[in-house]
DNA sequence: CTTACCATGTAAGGCGTTACATGATTCA
DNA sequence: TGAATCATGTAACGCCTTACATGGTAAG
């Protein structure tokens, strides 16, 4: 009963707010979770097929469309077992950044090139924030239209403050590095 | 040339610094690196034979100690490796909180549970603060002293305004979740 | 008509953890 | 003297990514 791998969980939890392709999935993962999760088709397709086997899921061939698409159904069963899941204490929040990890052994370059990896992920920080206010609004006007959005802005929210918190570290940071 | 493992360069960081052991790296791993990168035994004792083998590092048994003790120490080689990969760009960095990902579907949960999820995390990280901010008044202390504290620093520097950001965030997020 | 995107999957291989195995030393 | 910590390592296994393979459709 233990051992719930997150991938089987990740697309339960998908699953339980829409029907959904494995090609969809994959985008959700690109785009929504990707802020605090990721997987790829080789992992997101096995899963699909071993969710059906043992009846979490079911699937069946879409008609309307004219694509080949196979789309995907939480079942009663696979709602419980994603509440299970949800009800277990977190096991683990990992944070790999590569970019401390450099950082860290900076000493062993230059300061230029030290600023340089701040600068990078500076301009990525930048670059994502605006999605993520972008969530924040068009969350915040459906608030009362879907009782699952109040949770994605709880996310939402934690990456923008983040983020934010982020740039201004980078700031400090290179004031720091030039020697103030 | 490319394809450098991060856990060979990680121990060459480590390296660079100063001599030590499997055992030490393990725990270095542990407490200051905890905050953004991890390893097990099973992938430093493999990974400093494999070092040695490439010429990277050069292991000696301690002769001081009554333990059995084998050092390591950073080559010429090896350093360059090391300068080599900290100047490449980053490839990746990763976060992945399953406190959001449970979060994230939390609609599937009563709001008390996802409460419980919100406050773990805020434990946690309340926990944790303390030792970020005692090692910046360290660091901030013996500044002077080796150029390589001043990177240590900045890492410190990160985990700590992040964690703060986290706490406000948790107490925005209970607030949210009440319904406010 | 061709480029981009939709759509599904497999195979090989990498990477790393977990669990196991073993033994010495320090400290209370 | 027993527990905690120091100390090194291996083997099995799991999980996932990368790269490959294939083909349909929409839009310009």
């Known amino acids: 009963m233990a051992n719930e791998k997150k ?7 998908l699953l339980s707010h829409e029907e959904l392709t494995g090609y969809e999935i994959k985008k959700r993962m690109d785009t929504t979770l990707k802020y605090f999760w990721s997987a790829s088709y080789g992992s997101i397709y096995p899963a699909l097929n071993d969710l059906v086997q043992r009846g979490l899921a079911t699937k069946r061939e879409d008609t309307e469309s004219k694509r080949n698409k196979l789309i995907y159904t939480i079942t009663e069963s696979g709602r419980n077992y994603l509440k299970k899941w949800l009800t277990l204490p977190i096991e683990k929040d990992e944070l790999h950044y590569e970019t401390l990890l450099k950082l860290f052994f900076g000493n062993e370059l230059d300061e230029k090139q030290a600023l340089l990896h701040i600068e990078a992920f500076e301009k990525k920080i930048e670059e994502e924030l605006p999605y993520l ?34 740039l201004e570290w980078c700031k400090e940071a290179k004031k720091l590095l030039a020697g103030g």
């Open 7 to 13: 991938i089987d969980c990740v697309i339960l939890g």
């Open 133 to 166: 206010l972008n969530a924040e609004i068009i969350l915040n006007k459906y608030l009362n239209k879907d009782s699952a959005h109040k949770y994605y802005l709880l996310t939402v929210k934690f990456g923008i403050k983040t983020y934010q918190t982020y």
